[in-house]
């Protein structure tokens, strides 16, 4: 949700507007206008700059709509408020009132260690964790939501309910945070040689993620990784 930028390239744009004004008055997340992008056709596709790279399958009428070092997004194409988003190495974010870009301390790095933290949360609904294996590395899985009636807000997110959870160990502009009605399903991976993957099927307007899952959750399993 809101804020959330890798590499410095804001990834929600027109939503952070359209969820904010939407929701600050208690109404419902209203879409922004789907930007025109070319789908893929359906087929096996790899990533070419993401480490370590990702291999994934589509069906027909996704986008790779970024491919960098730490990030990368996978949508429908007609649509910016769901997809599957995949982090390199976030860290647990600070949970000062102000939300600042930062680490909270005293967290672990390993999939278990930023499970047990956000379990912890008190403004989050988070699901028993799963054990998982996805491409050759393991993990566990959890389905995250803001909890109802929470009230904390991120200076930015003009009252509507936050709750930060990543920021990144290299990245000072990286800030992930979780909004409004937004659900999460979070994979969250452990990389022998150091870190973790994070593979989050999102929904920023929570409504559409009982449609969504059906699609994205074979996406996730047919991905596999390759060497760091």
Same mark, same amino acid.
């Given at each position: 949700?809101? #804020? ?24 419902? @997340?209203?879409? /922004? ?18 480490? @370590? ?5 589509? @069906? ?9 070092? !730490? ?25 000062? %009132? !102000?939300?600042? %870009?930062?680490?909270?301390? &005293? ?16 403004? *989050? ?6 054990? %998982?294996?996805?491409?050759? *590395? ?10 109802? &009636? ?7 997110? #003009?009252?509507? /309910? ?15 945070? %979780? ?9 969250? *991976? !452990? ?10 099927? !999102?929904?920023?307007? &929570? ?5 969504? *899952?059906?699609?994205?959750? @074979? ?6 990784? &390759?060497?760091?």
């Amino acid at each position: 949700m809101a #804020n959330r930028t890798w590499l410095g390239a804001t990834i929600v744009r027109a939503v952070l507007v359209a969820v904010v004004a939407g929701c600050a008055a208690g109404a419902s @997340p209203t879409p /922004p206008p789907p930007t025109a992008r070319a789908a893929l056709p359906a087929g096996a596709y790899s990533t070419s700059v993401f480490a @370590p790279s990702v291999g994934f399958t589509l @069906p027909e009428g996704w986008v790779i709509a970024a491919d960098s070092t !730490d990030y990368v997004a996978l949508q429908p194409a007609p649509s910016e408020v769901t997809g599957i988003y995949v982090f390199r190495s976030p860290a647990a974010a600070s949970q000062d %009132i !102000d939300c600042p %870009i930062a680490a909270a301390a &005293g967290v672990g790095t390993a999939a278990v260690d930023l499970v047990d933290w956000i379990r912890a949360r008190p403004g *989050l609904v988070v699901t028993d964790p799963s054990a %998982i294996a996805i491409g050759g *590395l393991e993990g566990l899985r959890i389905d995250v939501r803001i909890l109802e &009636g929470w009230l904390a807000s991120c200076p930015f997110a #003009n009252g509507l /309910p936050t709750a930060p959870l990543f920021v990144s160990p290299t990245d000072p502009d990286f800030r992930w945070v %979780i909004a409004g009605s937004e659900r999460l399903r979070l994979h969250l *991976l !452990d990389v022998p040689s150091g870190g973790t993957v994070v593979v989050d099927i !999102d929904a920023f307007d &929570g409504s559409l993620m009982d449609s969504l *899952l059906p699609v994205a959750a @074979p996406i996730v399993t047919s991905m596999s990784f &390759g060497a760091p």
